[in-house]
Each structure stands twice: as C-alpha cells, then as structure tokens.
C-alpha cells in the first residue's frame, strides 16, 4: 500500500529563519511523483513544489526547496526566510506515473511568529 | 491567472437527501478530479475524470455517488442519498494534459449531513 506521513501535526518558526517540513512515503514503484501542497486558512490547496523521483536533483522554486531522499522514502520541505505568509497547512503528497490515485499526508500546520 | 471555482461554499442537508457539488475547472484542462477531506483525517482521492468517462475511482466511490460533465465547462459530484458519514470538505481538481500534470485545487465545499 502506498501511504504518506506527516510525522509533525505542527511546526513553528521564527519570521525570516529556515524551518524544514518532514515527509515519509511508502512505496514499491519506481515511477512516481512527489508534491507538496499548501493550505492557508479558508482558502485553495495550491502547488508548493514538485519532484520526479527520476530526478536525483532537488527541486527548488524560489525560498522552497525539498530533500528528496528516494532510498530512505523522504521527502522533506525547507522554507528558507519564512514569511508570515508563509503560515498554512502543508500537505505531502505522492502520485504514481499509472493512475490517478494521489495520496496525501495528514498535514502540518505551520504558524510563523513575527 | 485562473482557478478551479466550486458551488456552494457550504451545503447543509438532510440525511437521506442527494446533494450536487459543482466545480468549474480550468477552461483548458482536460482531467478532472473529486477529492475529499473528513474533518480531522487525510484528503482522499474519490474519483477522476477524462473524455467523459471515469478513468479512476476509489472504494469510497461507491454506488451513491456519480459524476457528471453536463456542459463544457462545469463538473458535478452527486451524492445520491447522502449519509452522517458524508460529511466532510469536498475537493475539486483540474490538471491540462495528462494525468501525471499537476492538480489545481478548488476551495473545496463543505458538506454538513444532519
């Protein structure tokens, strides 16, 4: 079975520090897709950054850039210079290369302190 | 820049009462998805959607709940006759060429069963 864990219900961080987002995946395939999402309050799900886990190079986009470590299943997110808009629930995700079918992470809710 | 949009924002019912969720996805996308979130628990995947057919579904998609592209530009979930246990926050998503894009996300309706 393909699962995804969120092992941090909740993280903090202090305006403009670095705070990291841990994400472990279970999985058999080989070709998959690997997502993070965010949340802020009342509003959308939108796209934080995504991974090919053919690509052994990190994806990066702007201040977010993941840890993808495909031997040990991990996946993490680092936010470098957190700003208070920043401040959401972030959700892991994992999607194969065949179906439709994505998973998600039960999410950290993350506060960022002025 | 453009969004998946969902009506209602909130719906409350009666058990036993069928429900219709509309999603309008993004006008040039092709796939669409129905997730949803039961408060406290993990978004599921319930459902996706291609060239007018269901291409995928969960076990949680059973016999009450169907999907529906009536018009070219809007996408319905229909709960047939909903439960207690229905309620939860109901996800719309689009993705533009093939399963593997990213998914865009609705703002979600959230559905009370009384």
């Known amino acids: 079975a393909q699962t995804v864990t969120q092992s941090q219900p909740e993280m903090s961080v202090q305006e403009a520090e670095t705070v990291t987002l841990s994400c472990t995946y279970d999985?058999?395939?080989?070709?998959?897709?690997l997502f993070w999402y965010k949340q802020p309050p009342s509003r959308q799900m939108i796209l934080v950054i995504r991974?090919?886990?053919?690509?052994?190079q990190n994806a990066t986009e702007n201040r977010f850039s993941v840890n993808f470590q495909k031997a040990a299943k991990s996946f993490s997110l680092k936010i470098s210079d957190s700003q208070l808009g920043d401040a959401a629930m972030y959700f892991c995700?994992?999607?194969?290369?065949?179906?439709?079918?994505?998973?998600f992470g039960a999410g950290t809710r993350l506060t960022v302190k002025p | 820049e453009p969004e998946v949009t969902q009506t209602p924002s909130h719906q409350v019912t009666q058990m036993g009462q069928e429900v219709i969720l509309r999603c309008v996805p993004i006008?040039?996308?092709?796939?669409f998805y129905w997730y949803r979130q039961i408060l406290g628990q993990k978004v599921e995947f319930l459902v996706s959607?291609?060239?007018?057919?269901?291409?995928?579904k969960s076990e949680i998609f059973d016999d009450q709940f169907s999907v529906e592209r009536p018009d070219g530009s809007n996408f319905t979930l229909k709960i047939r006759s909903t439960k207690l246990e229905d309620s939860a926050m109901y996800f719309c998503?689009?993705?533009?060429?093939?399963?593997?894009?990213?998914?865009?996300f609705g703002p979600g309706t959230r559905l009370l069963v009384l």
């Open positions: 998503a689009s993705s533009e060429l093939s399963s593997w894009e990213t998914q865009y």
């Open positions: 999985t058999s395939e080989s070709d998959y897709y």
């Open positions: 991974q090919e886990a053919y690509k052994q």
């Open positions: 995700a994992y999607r194969t290369g065949n179906n439709n079918d994505m998973r």
């Open positions: 006008s040039n996308h092709l796939y």
């Open positions: 959607f291609y060239n007018n057919e269901i291409s995928e």
